[in-house]
């Protein structure tokens, strides 16, 4: 019985790949769409809001689930670092509030994204070290510089 069993599975592993990386390129193709990469974006922007939102409930003490701070800094960490792919040229029009300027002026962009960066990386530091004190202040510097992109570089609400 054993033969039999080693004979059949390379007969369906192989089909198998073959559809799977078939499926894998379709995927890949269609994430270059401007209009699906715009949603990709808002889709990480929320996360990264929603993964703030949290900390700010814990230093203010609405709740106590001081254990979960590190982790909600490390994964609002984590999407700042994403923001640096993900507006590529094309993405300015269709349903985005991304203003012009991100394109038309780079440098400054890409100052205000590793401003992001650079403060919830220290928040992430801030967070491990259990101070929420420290935590607080530090999340004020990470609003600030949220700030620092969404009013020079996002359109406002309609």
């Not at 106590?64 to 029009?93: C, I, K, N, Q």
Request: glycine share 8%; net charge positive.
């Amino acid at each position: 019985m054993r033969n039999s069993r080693r004979g059949v599975r390379p007969a369906i592993l192989g089909p198998l790949v073959a559809a799977m990386a078939l499926v894998g390129f379709t995927a890949v193709e269609a994430a270059d769409d401007p209009a699906n990469v715009i949603k990709y974006r808002q889709t990480i922007m929320q996360s990264h809001g929603t993964h703030l939102a949290p900390i700010v409930m814990v230093v203010n003490g609405e709740v106590s689930f001081t254990g979960h701070v590190v982790a909600h800094a490390r994964a609002a960490h984590a999407v700042s670092l994403m923001l640096d792919d993900v507006f590529p040229e094309g993405t300015d029009t269709g349903d985005t509030r991304a203003t012009p300027a991100i394109w038309q002026k780079p440098a400054e962009f890409d100052a205000a994204v590793k401003a992001l960066q650079a403060a919830t990386g220290e928040l992430v530091r801030l967070a491990e070290s259990g101070d929420m004190a420290a935590v607080g202040a530090q999340m004020n510097k990470v609003v600030e510089s949220c700030g620092g992109c969404h009013k020079p570089f996002r359109k406002k609400k309609q």
